[in-house]
């Protein structure tokens, strides 16, 4: 796979250094002289000096031949507008970028920039991993597809606590997939007993989440 | 824009700008009828603060290409603004982007047409 990442800061050099070493084709992309001498005593031809905005840098990389196109410098604007014409000028099939602030999310929407990979979401989402308390999780977002994943801990005293996969009453468009149960998942049958402690993470379509979480928390718990 | 009769918001992150719109006139910009607005243009609140929804034309024109493009992209799709112009000082990209529909002003690509005038008065 040929690859050309643009901006060479810690996420591009590093992204750059691993899928060499899995074996691909790569070009980073840095339009700092300094930092692009740098990092080219490392990565050598696989480094070229320049402006990943500018289309003639661009074409110099060879993005017509380019598998995938990895947007990831630290300025939202120029990760939009170089997957855009990655995407629409030079027909590239995949694209990621970064984004840095969450809040330009909805702007790489909206211009069609997708997938976004956003180190301030992946660090909330992680915060949310760790403190239990918090009840719910989403683990997995496939906006294309319309559904969510989401990880949800059994209360003591849920509506689900002690009933079956079968007996649970969850709205059409959720399904219960995996049972987390003493350090170990597996997926349940309609029969499996889920009980409080456990974590099961559950398939659904966007926007069922509170009538979901109803169903695993007690009624005074309920947020 | 304003001396024409236009209704006219500026939006701009540097307060001295406001102070230059003023600078040289009798009236000070808001006596005029202007408004302006502090802000950042790829923040929606700053945009609508300065009347994107009521805007018939959107002008993007800092000093950033990417900027620039972004917003006039913003405005377009993402608050319908009628017409959309758009500052582009890099030739390759206004060209392409004036393909895709947007009303691109490149200075460059006029500085150089005005060049190659000046020279052929010469020789």
Redesign the interface.
């Known amino acids: 796979m040929y690859a050309v990442v643009a901006g060479g800061g810690k996420v591009g050099w590093n992204l750059a250094r691993e899928l060499i070493a899995k074996g691909h084709e790569v070009t980073l992309l840095e339009s700092d002289r300094d930092r692009y001498l740098t990092i080219e005593q490392e990565l050598e031809h696989a480094v070229q000096y320049g402006d990943a905005t500018e289309l003639w840098v661009l074409e110099r990389a060879g993005i017509q031949r380019a598998d995938l196109v990895i947007a990831v410098t630290g300025d939202d604007e120029d990760n939009v507008l170089i997957c855009q014409v990655a995407k629409e000028k030079y027909l590239c099939e995949r694209i990621i970028a970064r984004v840095n602030n969450p809040r330009n999310r909805e702007w790489f929407a909206l211009l069609n920039i997708q997938p976004v990979v956003s180190a301030t979401d992946l660090i909330l989402r992680l915060i949310e991993h760790e403190v239990p308390s918090y009840g719910l999780v989403h683990l997995l977002d496939l906006r294309d597809e319309q559904l969510e994943i989401i990880e949800v801990e059994v209360l003591e005293g849920a509506p689900a606590a002690g009933r079956t996969v079968a007996e649970v009453s969850l709205p059409d468009g959720a399904l219960i997939i995996s049972v987390l149960r003493d350090g170990g998942g597996f997926v349940p049958k309609g029969d499996t007993l889920i009980n409080a402690g456990d974590e099961v993470l559950v398939v659904l379509d966007p926007g069922l989440e509170d009538a979901i979480t109803a169903q695993f928390a007690p009624p005074a718990a309920r947020r | 824009m304003l001396a024409a009769g236009h209704d006219v918001s500026v939006l701009d992150d540097d307060p001295l700008s406001h102070e230059r719109l003023d600078a040289g006139q009798a009236t000070s910009w808001e006596d005029a009828g202007g408004q302006f607005t502090v802000g950042t243009a790829?923040?929606?609140e700053a945009l609508q603060e300065a009347g994107i929804e009521q805007a018939d034309v959107f002008i993007a024109a800092t000093h950033?290409?990417?900027?620039n493009?972004?917003i006039a992209?913003?405005a377009q799709?993402?608050f319908e603004v009628p017409n959309v112009i758009v500052r582009v000082m890099?030739p390759?990209?206004a060209a392409?982007y004036a393909e895709?529909g947007l009303r691109t002003v490149c200075p460059t690509q006029k500085a150089i047409e005005m060049f190659d005038e000046a020279i052929k008065e010469i020789v």
């Open positions: 790829i923040e929606v950033g290409d990417n900027t493009l972004l992209q913003i799709k993402g890099d390759g990209r392409w895709q």
